[in-house]
């Protein structure tokens, strides 16, 4: 089951979901530590190694709970290749995905809508992935791990400051509720920024595809809380999903005035985005999304048939550095993973027939 989870692109966020047309995933992550324990940054390979040996006797202790569906990824056992391909599939961070540390590890199941890291900046983080917006169920997921594992270990909590977490940051719920989203109406109509303005004055931010230090590639963005302390997990999950729906309506839209309004300038930009993704020899994977995110946008304009949502979300991990050595089988260069991707991208968008449709046809 490992392997097959390695081997594969699919990931279960990239099925179709509420609002999915805009929001491609839903997530929750809660970071907890362990009482009297040093914080990652501060272990070494004798705490670490208790600190793991404590997670894994909760995990294999709670065999009716949703636990026993996970399956245990040491990091020490696992090639950057592979390390690297969690991270692409946003099971894990980048900064995780760095580490081989004996006591680093994931917890998943198999199609990774339920996963723990174990030590990246806390000794846990309980993270559930869903399609679209389902803000309120990655919480109450979530939030029933967390109480089986409360059940099994002794975590860090302070009655005035709640968790007790590494970064101040997350101390209090200990909790990070985003969404990713694709907004190409608003990039397009130049309201990014406006946005931008508007989300931070209410306590949000607005980061790149994989987060945290990550650039915003393709119009694809994450929304996530910054407030951790002071509110309830519900209210931050509650302001999330109001904030997202009011920017799922604006881009829906100005959607909709690009459909009645400039008909043709969109069809002709996804066509040149088709034809380009189809014919080209050698592709970088920034100039890939930006294009996929035009193909994406005429499938819910109707401009794109036979082409799926789900299938394009999967192409967009396919086409990553590691998702693509992992298939080829072999360590590529830069212009090599050029060459193979434009090969992945032609083979996948050309199993369809005549996918781009415009009015005239």
Not at 191 to 203: A, E, F, K
């Amino acid at each position: 089951m490992k392997n097959d989870f390695l081997n594969s692109t699919y990931v279960g966020w990239m099925e179709q979901g509420p609002e999915s047309n805009i929001v491609i995933s839903s997530r929750v992550r809660l970071a907890r530590n362990l009482q009297n324990m040093p914080f990652p940054q501060r272990m070494d390979e004798k705490s670490g190694l208790e600190l793991i040996n404590l997670i894994k006797k909760a995990w294999q202790t709670d065999e009716k709970s949703i636990l026993k569906d996970l399956n245990w990824f040491s990091f020490d056992e696992l090639s950057d290749l592979d390390r690297t391909i969690l991270m692409e599939k946003h099971l894990i961070s980048p900064g995780h995905a760095q580490s081989d540390k004996s006591y680093n590890g994931l917890l998943a199941n198999q199609d990774g809508s339920i996963s723990i890291m174990i030590n990246e900046e806390d000794h846990l983080r309980i993270q559930c992935l869903l399609p679209g917006l389902q803000v309120q169920e990655c919480l109450q997921n979530a939030n029933e791990i967390d109480d089986i594992l409360e059940q099994h270990l002794d975590i860090a909590f302070d009655e005035q400051r709640g968790y007790l977490t590494s970064c101040p940051t997350n101390v209090g719920t200990g909790m990070r509720a985003s969404v990713m989203l694709h907004l190409p109406a608003i990039a397009i109509t130049g309201q990014l920024n406006q946005l931008g303005h508007h989300i931070n004055q209410l306590g949000m931010i607005v980061r790149g595809i994989y987060g945290e230090g990550s650039e915003a590639t393709g119009n694809f963005f994450q929304l996530s809380n910054q407030i951790t302390l002071g509110q309830m997990e519900q209210d931050i999950g509650s302001n999330l999903v109001a904030m997202t729906r009011q920017i799922v309506q604006q881009e829906q839209i100005l959607r909709d005035n690009l459909n009645r309004h400039m008909r043709i300038q969109m069809e002709d930009r996804v066509g040149r985005a088709y034809g380009v993704l189809t014919n080209a020899r050698m592709i970088t994977s920034n100039e890939a999304l930006t294009h996929l995110s035009d193909l994406r946008l005429g499938v819910d304009l109707g401009i794109i048939e036979d082409i799926s949502l789900s299938a394009l979300n999967e192409l967009m991990v396919a086409i990553r550095p590691a998702h693509l050595q992992k298939r080829a089988g072999n360590q590529m260069d830069p212009l090599g993973r050029d060459v193979n991707r434009a090969k992945v991208i032609k083979e996948i968008l050309q199993s369809g027939q005549n996918p781009v449709q415009t009015a005239d046809e």
